[in-house]
């Protein structure tokens, strides 16, 4: 059975500023969740929370996995990742900067050369394996990023505004990426964005964070302006 996440009444503040203010959903299917917002609305507050690397104030955030409550330990969290919207790359060559998560999971050579060229493949930059990633435009180190992430085969993948300040090349081929994901990968994926048409494209399921409150909406309102009509 899969895993799946359920997120009850989540409230968070930081000093005086309340960022959310009861937050709750249901994370069962596969496929691709988008979350929006304007910027500072708690996106990537709500993301870090639901990735256990921070606690909420209040509320639950309980993973589940055929009916029972999955305990909150590193084998839990080894089955989740965040892809932060700027990541740290080290100065070594695209091959080693992927190849690093697996490396400390004590995983041997082969095994990592075999996940490592597959992932490098699925992001279309195998050819640049051997490049030094400080090297890489933009685009391809998102790329990078995102390879990085789906190598350890995650269950749960939180994407932290993937295509923030990527071109628009790079923008289609990283949606593509998602789109492709959710097959691959058979998981759940949770991406942040402020870009309404970038989440019409690639989510299956719309969220809507805004004054600390989550509001699942459609997909079939033509612009940001009437979806935001909508919601008042
Ligand atoms: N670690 C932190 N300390 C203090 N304030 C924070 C912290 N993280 C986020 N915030 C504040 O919480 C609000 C929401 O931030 P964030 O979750 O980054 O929003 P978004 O991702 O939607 O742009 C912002 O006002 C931000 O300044
Ligand atoms: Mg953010």
Redesign the pocket.
């Known amino acids: 059975m899969a895993l799946s996440l359920i997120i009850s009444n989540i409230k ?1 503040s ?2 005086d ?1 309340k ?1 959310l203010d009861g937050c709750s959903f249901s994370f069962e299917q596969s496929g691709v969740y988008v979350l929006m ?12 929370i639901c990735a256990l690397l ?1 606690s909420p104030d209040d509320g639950e955030i309980i993973y589940y996995e055929d009916g029972k409550v999955v305990e909150n330990n590193l084998n839990l969290r080894r089955r989740i990742t965040l892809l932060l919207p700027n990541i740290g790359i080290f100065n070594t060559t695209v091959f080693k900067n992927v190849a690093y998560g697996l490396k400390i999971r004590g995983m041997n050579k082969g095994e990592i050369k075999e996940r490592v060229e597959k992932a490098l493949d699925f992001v279309g930059l195998l050819h640049k394996k051997k490049q030094n990633a400080l090297s890489l435009s933009s685009g391809e180190a998102k790329r990078m990023g995102i390879a990085r992430a789906i190598v350890l085969e995650p269950e749960f993948l939180f994407l ?2 993937p295509t923030a300040s990527v071109d628009q090349e790079n923008t289609e081929i990283i949606e593509n990426i998602i789109t492709q994901l959710k097959q691959r990968l058979n998981s759940i994926i949770i991406m ?1 964005t ?1 870009d309404y048409q970038s989440a019409k494209r690639t989510g299956d399921i719309l969220l809507f ?1 805004e004054k600390g409150k989550l509001t699942r909406t459609s997909v079939c309102s033509e612009s940001p302006f009437q979806l935001l009509q909508g919601m008042l």
């Open positions: 968070k930081y000093k500023k960022v917002g304007p910027n500072g609305s708690g996106k990537s507050t709500l993301l870090r921070e932290d505004e942040a402020h964070l």
